[in-house]
C-alpha cells in the first residue's frame, strides 16, 4: 500500500465516549433531551458540527451563536482527565513502516490535542486531516480522496483503519480498503458485524492483532 489512513476517534484514542457524554449534558442544557448512547448510536463517526445541525431540525431548536465551539472546549477540558490511548497504538505506530496519516472527522484543533495528550501526535505531524477541509464528511468519499491527494497516494492504493460504519462507508466509496477496528470502549455488542457489512474486509480487536496484520502480511485490495 501506498498509504495507510487512521481515523483518530476509536482507532487512536479511546474518546468515543467521552465526548459524547459531554456533548450530550451540552445539548440538555439547550433542550435536547438525549443520551451519551443515544448520540453514540446515531452520529458515531460523523462531524458534531452534522450532528448538531441533524439534533436542530429534528427538535426545533436552534441552538446559541458558539455553542459548537463552547461544547468543542469542555471536551477538551475532559480529555485532560479522562482520555486514554487506544491499548497498544503506541507500539504499534511505532512499528509501522511507509506513509501514514490520520483522517477524522474531528476538528484539528481537538485532533491534535488528543495525539499530544496520548503521545503520539509525532507519528502523524503534520499529515492530520479534517473533515473541516472538505464540503462533505463521513459517509461521503470526500475527506479520504483529499487525504490521500495530499499525500500522493493513489485511492486504490490506501489501507483506511476505521470504527464507524460512516468511515468504513465513506472509505469503501473513495475506492479505498478499509480495515474495521473494535479496540475502542465505545464498541459493544455486534458492532464488528456492523462494520463488516458496511464493507470491512477484515475486523480487528487489539492493537497487537492489527500490528501483525500490517506487519507480517501482504496487503492485498478486494
Known amino acids: 500500500m501506498d498509504l495507510i489512513l487512521f481515523d483518530c476517534d476509536g482507532v487512536l484514542v479511546d474518546s468515543e465516549i467521552v465526548s459524547f457524554e459531554v456533548e450530550a449534558e451540552a445539548l440538555a442544557e439547550h433542550g435536547i433531551d438525549v443520551t451519551a448512547h443515544d448520540l453514540l448510536g446515531r452520529f458515531l463517526g460523523t462531524s458534531s458540527a452534522a450532528m448538531f445541525a441533524t439534533l436542530e431540525r429534528e427538535q426545533g431548536v436552534s441552538l446559541p451563536a458558539g455553542f459548537a465551539e463552547r461544547t468543542l472546549q469542555r471536551c477538551l477540558t475532559a480529555f485532560d482527565g479522562r482520555l486514554r490511548p487506544i491499548p497498544g497504538i503506541a507500539d504499534l505506530l511505532a512499528g509501522l513502516p511507509g506513509p501514514r496519516c490520520v483522517a477524522s472527522s474531528s476538528d484539528p484543533p481537538r485532533i491534535r490535542h ?3 495528550l496520548t503521545g503520539i501526535l509525532h ?10 477541509q472538505v464540503a462533505r464528511g463521513k459517509p461521503a468519499p470526500d475527506l479520504f480522496l483529499f487525504a490521500a491527494g495530499q499525500m500522493g497516494a493513489r485511492p486504490e492504493r490506501c489501507l483506511v483503519i476505521e470504527d464507524s460504519v460512516a468511515g468504513v462507508t465513506a472509505a469503501r466509496a473513495a475506492g479505498m480498503t478499509v480495515l474495521g477496528f473494535t479496540g475502542g470502549g465505545h464498541c459493544l455488542d455486534g458492532h464488528a458485524e456492523r462494520l463488516r457489512e458496511a464493507g470491512a474486509t477484515e475486523i480487528y480487536g487489539s492493537c497487537p492483532e492489527l500490528a501483525s496484520r500490517l506487519a507480517g502480511s501482504v496487503l492485498t485490495i478486494r
Open 114 to 116: 488528543c495525539l499530544a
Open 123 to 132: 507519528h502523524f505531524e503534520p499529515h492530520i486531516f479534517s473533515a473541516t
